[in-house]
């Protein structure tokens, strides 16, 4: 079996499919879709909240936690996330998300790896990607959240377990809704199909913006009986 994912010796699949950067179409290094140069320009997260990774403007201290989070925790752990939702990442987000660029998946999911092995100092036993309705999957063909936590569980040797929880309630897309419209939105969507008694999670999702999704869905596994959700997602928007 050849194998996938940052460092290595050259694959099989590489000798036969050579990686190509998604972003410029120069020669990917290091086994990714993705050169060196457009690398370096990539929008990280490296100055952001600890609790749910909203990125500061301003530099602070390590550890340091914004004004809404203090105010009203979530009800996840931690939050950790490679970039801010800028620049490139949306059009390889969207990609994954809408147009069938798994490549552009396994990229994400090579560059969340990445992120967790600089920056992650507990990890998870488990990651559980976000669960899309069986109706929009069926349409869509897939679950991005699903292909990158795959491709993020084999670089760090990490079970990848999408049926600890299903969606429930086909909701509307987020994306053009205010933040309490979000809430409610998503509220009741998902249902533990398990106890979760004394587990360690992550969830994967690709962008997390007002928190909604992973907050509803870190509250379901824990009233399941986990003892801590940690978030784990491609980009943070602004």
């Given at each position: 079996?050849?194998?996938?994912?940052?460092?290595?010796?050259?694959?099989?699949?590489?000798?036969?499919?050579?990686?190509?950067?998604?972003?410029?179409?120069?020669?990917?290094?290091?086994?990714?879709?993705?050169?060196?140069?457009?690398a370096l320009d990539l929008p990280y997260n490296l100055r952001a909240c600890a609790r749910c990774a909203r990125?500061?403007?301003?530099?602070?201290?390590?550890?340091?936690?914004?004004?809404?989070?203090?105010?009203?925790?979530?009800?996840f752990d931690a939050c950790l996330t490679a970039f801010r939702y800028e620049g490139a990442v949306p059009f390889l987000i969207t990609g994954a998300k809408f147009r069938g660029r798994?490549?552009?998946?396994?990229?994400?999911?090579?560059?969340?790896?990445?992120?967790?092995?600089?920056?992650?100092?507990?990890?998870?036993?488990?990651?559980?990607?976000?669960?899309?309705?069986p109706r929009r999957q069926r349409t869509r063909g897939y679950n991005q959240a699903l292909e990158i936590a795959r491709v993020t569980g084999r670089a760090l040797s990490l079970p990848v377990e999408p049926r600890l929880v299903a969606r429930t309630r086909a909701t509307p897309p987020q994306t053009e809704l205010t933040a309490r419209a979000r809430r409610r939105n998503i509220r009741g969507a998902f249902k533990a199909v398990e106890a979760l008694t004394g587990r360690h999670l992550a969830i994967v999702d690709d962008v997390m913006t007002?928190?909604?999704?992973v907050s509803e869905l870190s509250q379901v596994l824990i009233d399941a009986g986990a003892v801590r959700v940690d978030v784990w997602a491609v980009a943070r928007t602004l």
């Open positions: 079996m050849w194998k996938l994912g940052f460092g290595g010796d050259r694959s099989l699949l590489d000798s036969l499919f050579p990686p190509t950067c998604l972003l410029c179409g120069a020669p990917g290094e290091q086994g990714r879709d993705l050169c060196a140069g457009c990125p500061f403007l301003v530099p602070l201290p390590d550890g340091a936690i914004c004004g809404d989070c203090e105010r009203r925790p979530p009800p798994l490549n552009a998946a396994r990229l994400l999911g090579q560059c969340l790896a990445e992120q967790a092995r600089e920056s992650a100092d507990d990890w998870p036993e488990a990651l559980v990607p976000v669960p899309l309705h007002t928190g909604g999704t």
